[in-house]
């Protein structure tokens, strides 16, 4: 099949607001791909194809070869040249990754362009990715969305599930196990606006740390460790000192859920950048540890000599983990019922340098890979009045809109910056509405653009909430906002009331930058 069948299927998907039509759409498209292509196809359409790790970023999606007249290219095919893309390391490789790049976008026609820039940076808009395929694909495959999201669970590989899926049925997907030494998707967390809220969804909860570190899946198999990041990376070599602290561990086999995290001298956690920092480094590695040792700690467990635990309660799974594993390595944990010991809780651990509370239920599995019911998280939020400078063209279903807004503050008397310095960029919290509506307003304050985006006059205010700060040499302040999204716009303040640089370095202080 034509690979622009795909994106026009995926295009349509995107404009059906209801879960059951996009997924039946996804479903039929599947259908007629069959078992030969049908999995390339999802592999596409998960977002797995971004998960590659190819190297491209929007900045190398630009001057691009313009449309192919016909469609020529097939959705084999264009798997093929993403996985070619990804495999090109070491020197010279970005230019290597430019000229396959080239040579697939010369072959695409325009709504082709348009879906494979969506997979590439991870901004497809047909709804909730995984979920919505993974429904799609059993509806194709005539076999349980349960068994498929099983499947999932422990294969981790949404392409390898579907081609079991068309091919074997119920059968072949039963087949996926806990295996020790191959990642599960890691289990997520929903949101609350406080612990209160948390607790009255739960009921009686247990309340852990929210370490701000990276999110690590150990496997231990004998003398084997494999440590595997929240998107499935081995990054063993990187990090010794979590394989060391596996090996310590009184177990034969095991499968942990923990967090690797930089901690000061002072015993708070170092910023968090510094943490990505040296779990990402290839290189150096021994050197990198006596300048920024990772410290480990583990609050769940999967795995234990022989045992699969991811069906059983959380309560039950937390005994078997702390009797494992040493109480210095163990997240720090309560639980309780009661909101005032909740909230005491929760500010004991902000005041600790940590980044909030996961509120769990105790009688919960493990749902690897969904952000379900049973774990809950509670981070204080920030907000803060910013300009729109600029804003980027959207894709898939915002495509014709502008939607990535650049976020600005008063530089308020910097010298240097003035007098509006960007803190980054965000497309998330916008509601339809408000795409149209921002669209409209920001064209009518144009002053520039480029083919993906428009430079408008500072005018507009909008509300931003975000999680923290983060150092970027990438802005003029060298700070930047972390995880920020629109809470409203604020037709009621003007340019100068916005917040200042000043006040960013106030909270960047707070958090020890």
């Given at each position: 099949?034509?690979?622009r069948?795909?994106?026009?299927?995926?295009?349509?998907?995107?404009?059906?607001?209801?879960?059951?039509?996009?997924?039946?759409?996804?479903?039929?498209?599947?259908?007629?791909?069959?078992?030969?292509?049908?999995?390339?196809?999802?592999?596409?359409?998960?977002?797995?194809?971004?998960?590659?790790?190819?190297?491209?970023?929007?900045?190398?999606?630009?001057?691009?070869?313009?449309?192919?007249?016909?469609?020529?290219?097939?959705?084999?095919?264009?798997?093929?040249?993403?996985?070619?893309?990804?495999?090109?390391?070491?020197?010279?490789?970005?230019?290597?990754?430019?000229?396959?790049?080239?040579?697939?976008?010369?072959?695409?026609?325009?709504?082709?362009?348009?879906?494979l820039?969506?997979?590439?940076?991870?901004?497809?808009?047909?709804?909730?990715?995984?979920?919505?395929?993974?429904?799609?694909?059993?509806?194709?495959?005539?076999?349980?969305?349960?068994?498929?999201?099983?499947?999932?669970?422990?294969?981790?590989?949404?392409?390898?599930?579907?081609?079991?899926?068309?091919?074997?049925?119920?059968?072949?997907?039963?087949?996926?196990?806990?295996?020790?030494?191959?990642?599960?998707?890691?289990?997520?967390?929903?949101?609350?606006?406080?612990?209160?809220?948390?607790?009255?969804?739960i009921?009686?909860?247990?309340l852990?740390?929210?370490?701000?570190?990276?999110r690590?899946?150990?496997?231990?198999?004998?003398?084997?460790?494999?440590?595997?990041?929240?998107?499935?990376?081995?990054?063993?070599?990187?990090?010794?000192?979590?394989?060391?602290?596996?090996?310590?561990?009184?177990?034969?086999?095991?499968?942990?859920?923990?967090?690797?995290?930089?901690?000061?001298?002072?015993?708070?956690?170092?910023?968090?950048?510094?943490?990505?920092?040296?779990?990402?480094?290839?290189?150096?590695?021994?050197?990198?540890?006596?300048?920024?040792?990772?410290?480990?700690?583990?609050?769940?467990?999967?795995?234990?000599?022989?045992?699969?635990?991811?069906?059983?309660?959380?309560?039950?799974?937390?005994?078997?983990?702390?009797?494992?594993?040493?109480?210095?390595?163990?997240?720090?944990?309560?639980?309780?019922?009661?909101?005032?010991?909740?909230?005491a809780?929760?500010?004991?651990?902000?005041?600790?340098?940590?980044?909030?509370?996961?509120?769990?239920?105790?009688?919960a599995?493990?749902?690897?890979?969904?952000?379900?019911?049973?774990?809950?998280?509670?981070?204080?939020?920030h907000?803060?009045?910013?300009?729109?400078?600029?804003?980027?063209?959207?894709?898939?279903?915002?495509?014709?809109?502008?939607?990535?807004?650049?976020?600005?503050?008063?530089?308020a008397?910097?010298?240097?910056?003035?007098?509006?310095?960007?803190?980054?960029?965000?497309?998330?919290?916008?509601?339809?509405?408000?795409?149209?509506?921002?669209?409209?307003?920001?064209?009518?304050?144009?002053?520039?653009?480029?083919?993906f985006?428009?430079?408008?006059?500072?005018?507009?205010?909008?509300?931003?909430?975000?999680?923290?700060?983060?150092?970027?040499?990438?802005?003029?302040?060298?700070?930047?906002?972390?995880?920020?999204?629109?809470?409203?716009?604020?037709?009621?303040?003007?340019?100068?009331?916005?917040?200042?640089?000043?006040?960013?370095?106030?909270?960047?202080?707070?958090?020890?930058?």
């Open positions: 099949m034509l690979l069948h795909l994106a026009l299927t995926s295009r349509a998907a995107a404009g059906e607001p209801g879960r059951r039509a996009k997924t039946t759409l996804l479903a039929d498209c599947l259908r007629e791909l069959g078992p030969g292509e049908a999995p390339s196809a999802v592999a596409l359409l998960s977002g797995e194809s971004h998960r590659l790790r190819t190297g491209i970023g929007p900045a190398a999606l630009r001057d691009l070869p313009p449309p192919a007249a016909s469609p020529s290219l097939g959705v084999r095919e264009a798997e093929r040249a993403l996985e070619a893309i990804a495999e090109v390391h070491g020197t010279g490789a970005q230019a290597g990754r430019r000229r396959l790049l080239t040579a697939l976008f010369e072959r695409a026609t325009d709504v082709e362009q348009a879906f820039r969506a997979v590439l940076i991870g901004e497809l808009r047909q709804g909730a990715l995984d979920a919505v395929v993974a429904d799609a694909v059993a509806q194709a495959a005539g076999v349980p969305a349960t068994a498929v999201r099983r499947a999932l669970m422990f294969r981790g590989s949404a392409r390898a599930v579907a081609a079991a899926a068309l091919t074997g049925g119920v059968p072949a997907l039963n087949a996926f196990r806990l295996e020790v030494g191959r990642p599960v998707r890691p289990m997520l967390a929903a949101s609350a606006p406080d612990v209160a809220a948390a607790l009255d969804r009921g009686p909860a247990a852990e740390w929210k370490l701000d570190g990276i690590v899946q150990v496997h231990r198999d004998g003398t084997d460790v494999a440590v595997f990041t929240r998107s499935l990376d081995d990054i063993t070599a990187r990090v010794p000192e979590v394989v060391e602290a596996a090996l310590a561990l009184p177990v034969r086999s095991a499968v942990l859920d923990g967090e690797a995290i930089a901690i000061g001298p002072d015993g708070r956690p170092r910023p968090f950048q510094e943490t990505a920092a040296r779990t990402a480094a290839r290189r150096d590695v021994t050197r990198l540890r006596a300048e920024v040792p990772l410290d480990t700690y583990f609050f769940d467990l999967l795995h234990h000599d022989g045992d699969d635990l991811v069906d059983r309660p959380g309560r039950e799974r937390r005994a078997t983990l702390a009797g494992s594993v040493p109480a210095g390595l163990l997240v720090a944990r309560t639980e309780t019922g009661d909101h005032d010991r909740a909230r809780f929760f500010r004991d651990t902000l005041a600790l340098g940590h980044e909030g509370v996961v509120a769990k239920d105790p009688a599995a493990y749902a690897a890979g969904r952000r379900g019911a049973g774990w809950i998280k509670v981070k204080p939020r907000t803060l009045d910013l300009v729109v400078l600029a804003a980027e063209w959207g894709s898939g279903r915002r495509r014709g809109r502008l939607s990535n807004l650049h976020l600005g503050a008063r530089a008397g910097e010298p240097g910056l003035g007098p509006w310095v960007m803190l980054g960029k965000t497309f998330k919290g916008l509601t339809d509405e408000m795409l149209a509506r921002q669209t409209t307003e920001l064209l009518a304050r144009e002053v520039d653009r480029d083919a985006t428009v430079r408008v006059r500072p005018e507009l205010v909008v509300e931003i909430a975000f999680d923290g700060v983060q150092r970027s040499p990438r802005y003029p302040a060298g700070l930047a906002l972390r995880f920020a999204r629109v809470l409203r716009y604020r037709p009621d303040k003007t340019a100068a009331e916005a917040d200042t640089v000043a006040t960013v370095r106030e909270i960047a202080a707070t958090e020890g930058l």
